[in-house]
RNA sequence: CGGGGUGUGGCUCAGCUUGGUAGAGCGCUUGGUUCGGGACCAAGAGGUCGGAGGUUCAAAUCCUCUCACCCCGACCA
């Protein structure tokens, strides 16, 4: 429980970002595995909420889980072609099996005959045991999903938002034509939506990826991008149209109603441990991080306030008896009754690690039968009284208004930076030094004028916005070549 | 992988230029006083100075290599 000082965001964004990592206990480097992380205890708590929120979601929409083998022989990766580029770089690869001891050395004792890959995403082995379970259109649509952790040996890392290995879910699915593959692509990707909104309050723009950023095998790739507090955009999660390329590299084929033999359209979708990146960096604040009631594996504070011994006791029974009522309202609660710290420590202990309510129960509280409570987002002078009556109704609507204002506040947030350009002078004033806002203009298309933006800016197309999403206000022309344009595409500086 | 920076008790760092028996603050342990926004006093524990090799009578300090982390870039979820 050492003292945590917190960077402040305007002082030093990145070194923030890790200072609430770090006085959060959410996880820190590996340090001994290069660009791996440890996920501490209260780091896998919400990563295990966002688990439950999502797992929930997929299996009312008709998913099921399994299990794949971490290792891939090298020879699958080979056999879709954009797909083996795509990732080439980033793959481990395992060469032995067995040690052996040499001179009081340990040495590796036999190097396989097909080296192994560790998974960086499981496309390859799920097709080669598609192939294997379908035969026929009853078997589809096939609809899988796996748990796991997965392996990309990245050149420079980040906690949450890029290591070595992450913790993930990939959707993996098959289907009879590419009309249903297409839905499954949707849907998917609406739920991701669907749980950034309503459970990690960070507000989402849906859209699909230029060629330049898709997905390596993917006919399309369809993504939702959220704003964090230095206007730098981070893709939440990815839904892939795969069409048939997986489908043809390893034959998944089935035969049809009218008894003739096509191969599957799939989709893959991913969403990872770096959702907590997006969470940290969407909400948080110099105090370190604030969370979500939905998503914080600890809801409610409660902190005793005593001066001797006939008030500790007093104070810890009322203390005891609220944890007891919001616990059977299924909240989870922490009573701090820790006699070697004093209130203001725990105050700030709370506050760092995110919880998102804290009740103060001292003798006064007691008399009056009702405690002090601050929102994890309030200021110190905007203390509420919560009574003891019915206090679960209380807290729920504390929480509940908690998980809104901060959809709110981080919506606000978006609007007040995304804005329309039509000009390459404003454009690249937008994106000066390291400046970052979603910028709304017209592209004319090319992969060459999105490469040159991002030379000339460092912005890249962060997606091409669903329509649904409303920024769509017709054709125009591209804001580099002045080439005809059908509609805005999103850009930003991105993580 | 290219450029820059940093590695010294759990944490933050001083000491290195000019080699000579390892320091501070915080944290931790014990006791006491405290307790409504980061308490105080006293007594303790804890480090072969990231690792390997070299120079030297002697290395945290000088040299070489290596590993890790951070920042910028390229690559990427």
Redesign the pocket.
């Known amino acids: 429980?050492?003292?945590?000082?917190?960077t402040p965001r305007a002082k030093?964004y990145?070194?923030w970002?890790?200072d609430v990592i770090s006085?959060a206990q959410l996880a820190e480097?590996?340090?001994?595995?290069?660009?791996?992380m440890v996920v501490r205890p209260h780091g896998w708590a919400i990563w295990e909420k966002i688990q439950g929120e999502l797992d929930r979601r997929f299996k009312e929409t008709g998913h099921q889980n399994a299990a794949f083998p971490l290792l891939i022989p090298l020879s699958f990766l080979q056999k879709e072609a954009q797909h083996a580029t795509?990732f080439a770089?980033?793959c481990a690869v395992v060469t032995h099996a067995g040690l052996k001891t040499v001179d009081g050395q340990i040495q590796l004792k036999n190097e396989l005959e097909e080296p192994y890959v560790v998974r960086p995403t499981s496309e390859t082995i799920i097709g080669h045991f598609f192939a294997k379970w379908i035969d026929s259109y009853r078997d589809l649509p096939m609809l899988l999903n796996q748990w796991c952790n997965?392996m990309?040996w990245?050149?420079?890392?980040?906690?949450?938002?890029?290591?070595?290995?992450?913790w993930?879910q990939e959707g993996h699915t098959a289907h009879a034509s590419h009309e249903e593959a297409r839905e499954e692509v949707m849907r998917m990707l609406d739920v991701y939506r669907e749980v950034y909104h309503d459970v990690l309050a960070v507000p989402v723009i849906r859209g699909r990826k230029s060629d330049?950023?898709?997905?390596?095998g993917a006919l399309e790739?369809y993504?939702v991008e959220a704003m964090m507090q230095d206007g730098k955009s981070?893709?939440?999660a990815?839904s892939h149209d795969l069409g048939q390329n997986f489908g043809k590299a390893f034959n998944v084929t089935f035969q049809n109603k009218d008894g003739a033999r096509d191969f599957v359209w799939q989709t893959s979708w991913?969403a990872?441990?770096?959702m907590i990146?997006a969470l940290i960096m969407a909400h948080s604040d110099d105090?370190g991080l604030v969370l979500p009631p939905r998503l914080a594996p600890i809801h409610v504070a409660i902190v005793p306030?005593?001066?001797?011994?006939a008030e500790?006791a007093q104070?810890l029974e009322a203390s005891d008896k609220l944890a007891r009522e919001l616990r059977s309202d299924g909240l989870t609660v922490k009573l701090d009754d820790r006699?070697?710290?004093?209130?203001?420590?725990k105050?700030?202990?709370w506050?760092?690690k995110g919880v998102p309510l804290?009740l103060?129960?001292?003798?006064?509280?007691?008399?009056s039968g009702t405690?002090?409570g601050?929102s994890r987002i309030?200021?110190?002078k905007d203390?509420v009284k919560v009574p003891f009556e019915n206090v679960g109704v209380h807290v729920g609507a504390i929480l509940d208004s908690l998980q809104k204002q901060l959809f709110e506040r981080a919506l606000a947030f978006r609007a007040a930076n995304i804005v329309k350009v039509d000009s390459w002078a404003d454009f690249q004033a937008v994106f000066a030094d390291?400046n970052s806002k979603f910028v709304l203009a017209h592209w004319d298309g090319t992969t060459e004028t999105e490469?040159a933006i991002?030379?000339a800016t460092?912005a890249t197309i962060r997606c091409i916005p669903l329509a649904a999403e409303g920024f769509d206000d017709g054709a125009g022309k591209c804001v580099k070549t002045g080439q005809p344009s059908a509609q805005r595409v999103l850009f930003a500086k991105?993580?």
């Not at 103060?360 to 008399?367: C, H, L, S, T, W």
């Open positions: 429980m050492s003292e945590q000082h917190i030093d990145a070194q970002y890790q006085a480097p590996a340090g001994v595995v290069r660009g791996c795509g770089m980033e997965v990309r990245e050149l420079r890392t980040r906690l949450f938002l890029r290591t070595g290995e992450f993930w330049n950023e898709k997905f390596a790739t993504c981070l893709q939440g990815t991913g990872s441990t770096r990146g105090g306030i005593w001066k001797n011994d500790k104070v006699d070697d710290k004093r209130p203001g420590e105050y700030y202990d506050e760092r804290r103060e129960v001292g003798p006064r509280d007691v008399a405690a002090m601050k309030a200021d110190a203390k390291q490469l991002k030379e460092k991105n993580y």
